[in-house]
């Protein structure tokens, strides 16, 4: 279970004393509940002692017991013998999940880029190089040794040496997830993820059986250092989820200094990293980072679903020759490999990449500036990231009402992801994940929808303005 210290609560807590007159135990107890509703505060972190905390904001204790009762009242905290307080969240429906049956409503709650023409210029090139594959079973579980030799090279240019047989190619990067899941994690093991996260990796390791330990990632400050330097002694994790480029949703990539830290941190505990780099082609300016793997023993997952287009259900592994073998043990009772046809095509693709992500780049900056805009002209008090590539911006509305805005969205024709979808147990309701990868119009249309959600919801808070309830930003 990690614990906050009073120096780092403080850090997080900010200028939190009132100036209107508000009792002191209230504003504190206010900013430590927006804090867990963020996900800033993880769900089961333990709350520094009352003492420690009022020596060191220099409170009496009388005020930092308040507070601890209030988040106790309202379901924020929770006194575990043994443990002190520990950060939850109070019992609610959360989030309901999408429906199946989305006919017409604006999907605007994935993070998808439509595809371009020379995906179909490699159907035509893979359907003629077929005939030369058509004497093999098709049965291949490794993936056929052109595509994987095309894809270690790559990585070998990225400054990552790798071998053909280092690289196993999967049905899509959620497939591989999955498989990692299966082959290296044990019912009760411990699996360290981020939090915020894709919320399919988050259900692929819940699947099997782990218990999900968080470390906090955040658009202001990305990987909390001091939460990563207690939660690998802390949990002793078999296995770390992360994605250092352009994380999904907050879409900070992580720094060199800190990736050879993780990395370290990950051997010195007998952890086994997962980074998923599906979106590591998706700066808006620069080249990929190089991989995490650089840095030490790392599992890297990539796929063009993100980059290219996400009908082309194909991605990679790429690993220690001795994990992709166990890879392709654990595969065989879910699926008998990769279809031939469409590998050829990945190929062709990847063959001519640099110039699809040339014009990717120029799309995505495109859509980051009609959205940023449009958002800034909507909804002048919400929080809108700077960021330097990805495919979403992950924004901060200033009340804790993305689930209600994502139904009332609904009503007017658009489907959002709100917050509490990328969390644990519902946090992260001040958030929206929105993308800039959509057609202008699209675009558009969808901010319409939102805007007139977010008045709908204005409209029914009684007691409270409309200017009121827009300018709420903590």
């Known amino acids: 279970m990690p614990s906050l210290t009073p120096r ?3 850090a997080q807590l900010g200028d939190w004393r009132p100036s209107n007159g508000d009792p002191l135990y209230a504003a504190l107890a206010d900013r430590i509940r927006l804090l867990i509703l963020d996900g800033r505060i993880t769900l089961g972190a333990r709350l520094p002692a009352e003492r420690q905390l009022a020596q060191h904001e220099d409170l009496s204790r009388t005020t930092v017991a308040g507070a601890y009762a209030r988040l106790r009242e309202l379901g924020f905290l929770q006194s575990v013998r043994g443990s002190g307080s520990v950060a939850r969240l109070p019992d609610g429906p959360g989030i309901p999940e999408p429906t199946a049956t989305t006919a017409g409503l604006l999907e605007f709650s994935k993070a998808t880029l439509t595809a371009i023409p020379l995906v179909a210029d490699a159907a035509r090139d893979a359907a003629a190089m077929l005939p030369q ?14 595509l994987r030799q095309e894809i270690a090279d790559r990585y070998t240019r990225r400054g990552l040496p790798t071998t053909v047989d280092e690289v196993m190619v999967t049905l899509g990067a959620q497939h591989a997830i999955a498989l990692v899941a299966r082959a290296l994690v044990a019912r009760g093991d411990r699996v360290l993820v981020e939090s915020p996260s894709y919320p399919h990796a988050l259900e692929a ?4 059986g782990a218990r999900l330990v968080t470390v906090p990632v955040t658009t202001e400050s990305g990987w909390d250092d001091e939460a990563l330097e207690q ?7 078999a296995l770390a989820y992360l994605m250092p480029d352009f994380h999904n949703p907050t879409t900070r ?3 060199a200094a800190q990736r050879a830290r993780v990395v370290a941190l990950a051997e010195r505990h007998g952890t086994t990293i997962v980074a998923d780099e599906t979106m590591s082609d998706l700066g808006f300016d620069t080249d990929a980072p190089p991989p995490l793997g650089v840095h030490g023993t790392v599992i890297t997952i990539g796929s063009v679903g993100k980059s290219v287009w996400g009908g082309i259900r194909l ?10 073998t166990r890879l392709a043990l654990a595969r065989t009772s879910n699926d008998l490999g990769n279809p031939t046809l469409e590998q050829l095509m990945l190929l062709r693709l990847l063959q001519q990449y640099d110039r699809v992500l040339d014009s990717r780049r120029e799309q995505l900056r495109a859509g980051h500036a009609l959205l940023t805009g449009l958002l800034r002209e909507r909804f002048p008090t919400w929080r809108v990231p700077e960021v330097a590539g990805g495919l979403t911006l992950w924004v901060n509305i200033g009340t804790p009402l993305a689930s209600q805005l994502a139904l009332a969205a609904r009503t007017h024709g658009v489907l959002i992801g709100a917050g509490p979808r990328f969390g644990l147990d519902g946090a992260f309701e001040r958030y929206l994940r ?5 057609p202008e119009p699209d675009t558009r249309a969808a901010i319409d929808g939102l805007e007139r959600a977010w008045h709908d919801i204005a409209a029914h808070e009684p007691s409270r303005p409309v200017d009121d309830l827009l300018d709420t930003v903590v």
């Open 133 to 146: 594959h058509l004497g093999l079973a098709g049965f291949d579980l490794y993936g056929l040794t052109e």
């Open 253 to 255: 990539t992580m720094p």
């Open 205 to 208: 390791f819940q699947q099997v």
């Open 434 to 438: 929105l993308p800039f990868c959509y």
């Open 315 to 324: 991605g990679w592994i790429r690993a220690e020759r001795s994990t992709i």
């Open 231 to 237: 939660v690998f002694p802390r949990t002793a994790p």
């Open 8 to 10: 780092r609560l403080a």
